[in-house]
């Protein structure tokens, strides 16, 4: 930690810090353990106060209607919930300059804090397979996904248009670069639910983090579309389970405080504990998402528990190769209720 920082944050800490606790809100499975161990435990063990994890589906919507009844303060959430969720007055102002030296805040990448959210790590929505049903050719592509010939079976997906849009569009030839401009228009929407449509009859939906994974161990589906992290945690145990990494998309996950909280300060020192370059490190090296300061990446190890590398499976690795979508926060807080609405009516044709 820099000087500077560190003067920031002995400032912060010198704040009295009320005698309630905090209620620090995830979403459970292999990530929020790596949570636990990596920056919840620290905290609690530095400051003395106790940590209650609370786990919910990752919406704005569920933070409006539980927040303040639960006494959430500080929110694990995605870049363009927590856009949302700032837009209507659900999080509270958190003031980056007065958290992070000039130094730290250009430590950030690719995205800084802003007036509600820090970002703490990246991550990346990726395809999956089970290696043991498709003993000969392996997909290798995003078109894979959607080639129920060649690669037979039930394909494991969120129940929502999340990811899977941007996907149909890749399989359809669309540059990266592309994609989510195609997608602003009734044209590309309709493209992407087209090719969509090929695959209706194979897909089990998911709404858990943790099912995909758990599909493919089980043998429920042969192809999964999930998060990077629970597939690397899973593959790990033993299971023969690869991922595809091209067409992954990287997104950014953000720490948020709730402005119902009753400890905003408590809640202050939380994330800008979380926001260090060590706890960013410690936790990529339990699970592997990205860090979101640069400083970061070089304090990254081995996992602790199984001595594994973790450098390599970041989702930023430039190993991975292929192509790569940075998830667009603007265009996903823009257009959820549209996205929402044309995902519906897709479903309910198939009825």
């Known amino acids: ?14 704040v009295p810090l009320a005698a309630q606790d905090l ?14 161990r990596a920056v919840i435990a620290p905290f609690a063990e530095e400051t003395g106060r106790s940590v209650t994890v609370a786990r919910y589906d990752g919406t704005w919507s569920a933070l409006a209607a539980r927040g303040a ?12 919930q927590a856009r949302v969720a700032c837009d209507k007055g659900l999080l509270l102002a958190l003031r980056p300059r007065e958290m992070f030296s000039r130094a730290a805040l250009s430590d950030f990448t690719p995205r800084r804090p802003d007036r509600c959210a820090v970002p703490q790590n990246a991550y990346a929505r990726v395809m999956a397979y089970d290696d043991r049903a498709f003993p000969g050719i392996k997909p290798t592509g995003i078109e894979d996904f959607f080639d129920t010939e060649r690669f037979p079976g039930p394909r494991a997906l969120q129940r929502g248009p999340d990811g899977i849009l941007e996907w149909a569009l890749l399989a359809e030839g669309v540059p990266p670069e592309q994609v989510y401009g195609l997608l602003s228009t009734d044209r590309g929407l ?7 449509e090929t695959i209706r009859d194979d ?3 998911w709404s858990d983090p943790s099912e995909p994974a758990q599909m493919l161990a089980e043998g429920r589906a042969v192809m999964a579309a999930g998060f990077n992290g629970r597939f690397v945690d899973v593959a790990q145990s033993g299971m023969p389970l690869d991922i595809v990494w091209d067409g992954r998309i990287i997104g950014i996950e953000v720490w948020a405080i709730a402005a119902s909280t009753d400890t905003p300060d408590a809640a202050r020192a939380f994330v800008a504990h979380a926001a260090r370059p060590e706890a960013m490190a410690r936790l990529a090296e339990r699970i592997p998402y990205g860090p979101t300061r640069v400083s970061a990446f070089e304090r990254i190890g081995l996992h602790p528990e199984t001595g594994v590398p973790m450098r390599a499976h970041l989702p930023n690795a430039p190993q991975h190769g292929g192509r790569v979508l940075v998830r667009d926060d603007a265009w996903y807080a823009n257009t959820e209720a549209l996205r929402d609405r044309r995902f519906r009516a897709w479903l309910a044709r198939g009825d």
């Open 1 to 14: 930690m820099r000087l500077s920082e560190l003067a920031v944050g002995m400032i912060l800490w010198a």
């Open 23 to 36: 209620t620090v809100v995830s979403w459970g499975g292999a990530y929020e353990a790596a949570q636990r």
């Open 69 to 80: 009844t639960e006494g959430w303060d500080v929110i694990d959430m995605l870049a363009d």
């Open 190 to 196: 309709r493209l992407a639910f087209r090719r969509l």
């Open 203 to 205: 897909i089990l939906w």
